[in-house]
């Protein structure tokens, strides 16, 4: 069965520096979809940065970068210069094939300090 | 503006009692889901929808039932039957490929069993 394991409860990060959140996967199936939310206090998750199995290069938006170390099964969040309002959940998913149900990890809380 | 809009944002019940969260979306997205978050955890899965007149269950629908009458609208109604409705629960909607079936989400709904 699919899975996703975000082993970090916790981190801080002073701000302006940046912070990489890990998040590993695990799936028998070559195609699928990765993909990093973020969840402020107000409860909304945003969406920041999806990587395809497929896709040659590592994902970029802005700010976000995923590093996808297939081999590893590895999809970590890096959030370059980090801001104070970078402090919220965040959240690794994937889509299982076939594309409809995306299963989540347990999230991890970043801290921004000023 | 194109968004998923949940109503109520917070909802109170009385134990027994079967209530209905509702979820609409303009963003003309065949797939629709409905997820439950307890506190400092990640989401779980409770119903999915592809298209219209069709739904599955997710990991724990128990307790819960949906309708997707309208492509626009799905909305879920926690039964008397869930032992510990009391959650956060997000209503998403996803796009097709390329873009990978990205889950987009509203704001959410507060239900507290009084």
């Known amino acids: 069965a699919q899975k996703i394991t975000q082993t970090q409860p916790g981190m801080f990060v002073q701000e302006k520096e940046a912070v990489t959140l890990d998040c590993t996967y695990d799936?028998?199936?070559?195609?699928?979809?990765l993909f990093w939310y973020k969840q402020p206090s107000s409860g909304e998750m945003i969406f920041l940065i999806y990587q395809g199995s497929y896709d040659q290069q590592n994902a970029t938006e802005g700010r976000y970068s995923l590093n996808f170390q297939k081999a590893r099964k590895s999809a970590n969040l890096v959030i370059s210069a980090s801001q104070l309002g970078d402090s919220a959940m965040y959240f690794c998913?994937?889509?299982?094939?076939?594309?409809?149900?995306?299963?989540f990890g347990a999230g991890t809380r970043l801290f921004v300090k000023a | 503006d194109g968004g998923i809009t949940q109503s109520p944002k917070y909802l109170f019940r009385k134990e027994g009692q079967n209530v209905t969260l509702s979820c609409e979306q303009n963003?003309?997205?065949?797939?629709m889901y409905w997820y439950r978050q307890d506190p400092g955890q990640g989401l779980r899965l409770i119903y999915y929808?592809?298209?219209?007149?069709?739904?599955q269950k997710g990991d724990i629908a128990e307790g819960y039932s949906v309708s997707r009458e309208k492509k626009e609208s799905f909305p879920l109604t926690v039964t008397s039957a869930q032992k510990n409705p009391t959650a956060f629960y997000l209503c998403?909607?996803?796009?097709?490929?390329?873009?990978?079936?990205?889950?987009?989400f509203g704001e959410g709904s507060w239900l507290t069993v009084v």
């Open positions: 998403a909607s996803s796009i097709g490929l390329p873009r990978g079936n990205t889950i987009y």
């Open positions: 799936t028998s199936d070559p195609s699928y979809g």
């Open positions: 929808s592809q298209i219209v007149n069709d739904f």
């Open positions: 998913a994937m889509r299982e094939p076939g594309g409809f149900k995306t299963i």
């Open positions: 963003l003309n997205h065949d797939a």
